[in-house]
């Protein structure tokens, strides 16, 4: 329960956690916490993880879901799908994305999901930096959750296979549909960074930017 502060320092962040919803796939936690100067407050966050295993106690770094930066073989266009999302009640412009079951790599995770929500077959990419395919958190103010990113090429369409869950449009983007979402439409943080990575690769070396 204690953690060395910004100066080097021993301290105590908090006193307790517990549980406070059952839900099947996400679940609210009240962390007793304490402030710089001890005095209590509550804090709570959400995670996908079971009890056991949320990251406050495992500090883990196994990401929960990725997230598909994919062009087509030209290296012209990026896919990425405009999804409906119930928090905002509105359509969001996004990657690809999806969570890594127990059993999956995140590589095979991302084959599923493109299928599954574009219809494009996806041949991975795996040059470059291997950080950069690493674990990196999302929204830490609100949850505990990790994403990694998987690159790739498009190469085939067999059709969406999408849940009755979910309403996924598929768009393939070029250089000036990205510039004109960027600047119009709603999107995700993630998706926002990596369209700005885009617009600065050239078609012919799409992965250049994995290369240190």
């Known amino acids: 329960m204690e953690n060395m502060d910004a100066k080097g320092n021993d301290r105590k962040h908090y006193r307790g956690i517990e549980k406070q919803t059952d ?16 005095t209590p407050f509550h804090y709570y966050f959400a995670s996908r993880n079971d009890e ?17 930066y994919a062009v087509t073989e030209d ?5 990425l799908v405009r ?3 119930y928090p905002v009640n509105d359509y969001l412009y996004e990657l690809p994305a999806g969570l890594i079951e127990p059993e999956e790599t995140a590589s095979e995770a991302a084959c599923r999901e493109m299928i599954e929500e574009t219809g494009w077959k996806l041949e991975v990419y795996e040059g470059g930096e291997p950080a950069f395919r690493r674990g990196f958190f999302l929204a830490q103010g609100l949850t505990d959750e990790s994403g990694s990113m998987i690159f790739g090429t498009v190469t085939e369409n067999v059709g969406q296979q999408m849940e009755n869950t979910e309403d996924i449009q598929v768009i393939l983007a070029d ?10 439409e709603r999107v995700s943080m993630r998706c926002g960074l990596m369209l700005m990575q885009f617009l ?6 799409p992965f250049a930017f994995l290369y240190l």
Do not use: C, W
Not at 75 to 79: A, F, M, Q, S, T
């Open 83 to 85: 999804q409906y999302r």
């Open 200 to 205: 600065k690769t050239e078609p012919k070396a």
């Open 175 to 184: 250089r000036q549909e990205v510039l004109r979402i960027l600047r119009e």
């Open 23 to 38: 839900n099947p796939f996400l679940n609210l936690y009240h962390i007793d916490a304490l402030g710089r100067d001890g």
């Open 75 to 79: 290296g012209e266009k990026l896919v």
């Open 52 to 68: 056991n295993n949320i990251k406050h106690k495992t500090h883990s770094m196994r990401p929960e879901g990725m997230a598909v």
